[in-house]
């Protein structure tokens, strides 16, 4: 009887331990996912206490610009009217740093920020140094030739006159360092003295001279502390809720973020918008596909191919022309109204026409698109690479003599690459705590409600083997083994496997001069005994029998070997049986 109730204690206790597994899962699988939510909510925001907030403040990601030229290989025949030839140079890669200033939260649930940024040349990840030297147009001369192109004949010699007084021609041969950080050009100087409004810059001109050791602008952004609905989204850049450089409502809207952060929980439908200075607009970017980065899960989001279509193709860019080839967008209302054109590097996605139209172009969409990897439950970017290039359109002026006889082309300058991908500590740090912990919960919900529900079927199985042998002892209890009295165990006896037998016995029926007994218990097995003297009295007890084994005594029983010949009669002192009257 011991062993049958540590096995039924046994089988409790695992039942039990199933319960609360299963339990325990079924409640994680439904507060799990709200505790995580509520966790990403409380982490992205822009709040001193969020998780994020220090990444938000300055940036660890180390970003990069990698810039390449288009170095002009004819020049001299492009002003006697030939196509353009261009040799691309580079990378030339500096360090980008970011860091926020003049951080202000205000009473609607916006905060405000300058945000500067400095570069440092990388030498070891470029090809070529600051000092090499690049054959490009003159911004400056052609710049302000086809600002002219209306005026009066007479103004038009004057600035032909002006400019070979001062030496200027249609193009340049500058170093790198002089081109992205700027130069000192008598012309600037000049222009600033009788057109005092034509230029923004006063001093040096460089293609980045405003990026280095400046910001981008006041931003003011939604924190999500009190309306989640609106976090990261502009409310307003240098006071301004929208622009005023483009002919519609639409194109000068400031929509989306400041293109560091976006809203979590992103689905494929999400689209990725954020305004860029640089570029003077909002821009719109869509879902390509799903991905991994350093094991976590990104959302990949590109530029769709009417990023930069004309209004012809696209009614809604409209509002950025005047226009020409689909591909290309002018940005000369916001660039001291010079002919500059932004487009994908090479003119990807553009008209054809236009790279046909100077030779040394090999657009490709390996190297010259963009796109930005981001962390669809977080709305962290993880990966980015932001490929934009920078084209002026020429021709020739009649009257100024500098332009010759260029032909109408749309000739690139430079195009240019911001880079990042998390890295090192910040990296391990938002996998531990964004990824790791989330995914090792959502696996244990699950863990714990099977291994309960496995266990809880222990004790089930248990009661049911239980009762089936419970039956089929009774069943053979109430079937009473008869042998002739005084006679011998022998074939045709009933027998059951071999099992250990315990029991009570009780008189069985005398037919003439038969008697028998029969036992019943768990798992028992019919067991007669011949009854030598029928005078004599059975007296109530127990005994136990051993099935078919080998016949001898074992442990003060007797082991009865069904089918041996043998006279029991010597032996009933052995099996513990106890006689009375029948």
């Not at 020739?396 to 240019?416: E, H, M, N, S």
């Not at 029991?503 to 037919?511: D, E, I, K, S, V």
Request: with cysteine; aromatic share 10%.
């Amino acid at each position: 009887m011991g062993s049958r109730a540590r096995a039924r204690r046994a089988a409790a206790v695992l039942g039990f331990t199933g319960l609360l597994c299963a339990v325990l899962g079924a409640v994680m699988i439904v507060l799990v996912p709200t505790l995580i939510k509520q966790q990403v909510l409380k982490n992205v925001r822009i709040d001193p206490s969020s998780l994020s907030f220090n990444m938000w403040k300055e940036i660890p990601v180390p970003f990069y610009l990698s810039v390449y030229f288009f170095d002009i290989v004819n020049p001299d025949a492009i002003l006697l009217g030939e196509k353009p030839q261009v040799q691309e140079r580079g990378p030339y890669v500096y360090r980008e740093f970011r860091h926020k200033s003049n951080i202000t939260f205000n009473d609607n649930d916006t905060v405000s920020f300058l945000e500067y940024r400095s570069f440092q040349f990388q030498p070891d990840k470029s090809h070529g140094l600051e000092s090499d030297y690049i054959v490009m147009p003159n911004i400056l001369v052609l710049a302000a030739a086809m600002l002219m192109e209306n005026k009066p004949m007479s103004l038009k010699l004057i600035m032909t006159l002006a400019f070979s007084t001062l030496g200027e021609r249609a193009f340049m041969n500058r170093t790198v360092g002089e081109i992205m950080w700027g130069y000192e050009d008598p012309l600037i100087h000049l222009i600033n003295k009788y057109l005092p409004n034509m230029f923004p810059f006063k001093g040096k001109f460089g293609l980045f001279a405003e990026l280095n050791n400046s910001d981008s602008g006041l931003f003011t952004v939604f924190t999500g502390v009190k309306d989640f609905s609106r976090i990261h989204l502009v409310d307003k850049w240098n006071g301004l809720s929208k622009v005023s450089f483009w002919h519609s409502d639409q194109c000068n809207m400031i929509n989306g973020t400041s293109g560091q952060m976006w809203a979590p929980f992103m689905t494929p439908e999400t689209s990725l918008e954020f305004y860029s200075p640089e570029a003077c607009r909002s821009m719109n970017l869509i879902y390509k596909e799903s991905g991994t980065f350093e094991g976590i899960p990104t959302y990949r989001f590109v530029a769709p191919s009417t990023l930069f279509a004309n209004g012809s193709v696209y009614p809604p860019n409209e509002g950025f022309c005047p226009c020409r080839e689909s591909g290309i967008q002018n940005v000369s209302t916001c660039r001291f109204n010079a002919p500059l054109f932004l487009s994908h590097p090479h003119f990807y996605n553009a008209d054809p026409v236009l790279a046909e139209a100077v030779l040394g172009l090999h657009p490709n969409q390996e190297e010259h698109s963009l796109f930005l990897d981001i962390h669809p439950v977080t709305g962290i970017p993880m990966n980015c690479s932001v490929k934009l290039q920078l084209s002026l359109y020429i021709k020739a002026i009649r009257g100024i003599g500098q332009t010759g006889k260029i032909q109408p082309v749309v000739l690139p300058l430079v195009w240019f690459e911001e880079s990042g991908a998390m890295e090192g500590k910040p990296l391990r740090t938002f996998y531990t705590q964004l990824v790791l912990m989330p995914s090792v919960l959502q696996y244990a919900q699950y863990v714990l409600l099977a291994l309960g529900c496995v266990l809880l079927l222990i004790p089930v199985i248990h009661q049911i083997r239980s009762q089936v042998g419970g039956g089929q002892s009774e069943a053979w209890a109430e079937r009473p083994v008869c042998l002739p009295a005084g006679g011998r165990w022998g074939q045709g006896s009933p027998r059951r496997p071999s099992s250990r037998l315990r029991g009570h016995p009780r008189p069985g029926a005398h037919l003439g001069q038969r008697s028998c007994v029969s036992a019943w218990g768990r798992g028992a097995v019919t067991a007669c005994l011949p009854l030598l003297h029928p005078t004599l009295p059975l007296l109530s007890g127990s005994w136990e029998a051993w099935g078919p084994s080998l016949g001898e005594a074992a442990g003060g029983l007797w082991v009865m070997r069904p089918g041996a010949w043998m006279d029991c009669s010597s032996h009933l002192h052995l099996l513990g049986a106890r006689l009375c009257q029948v």
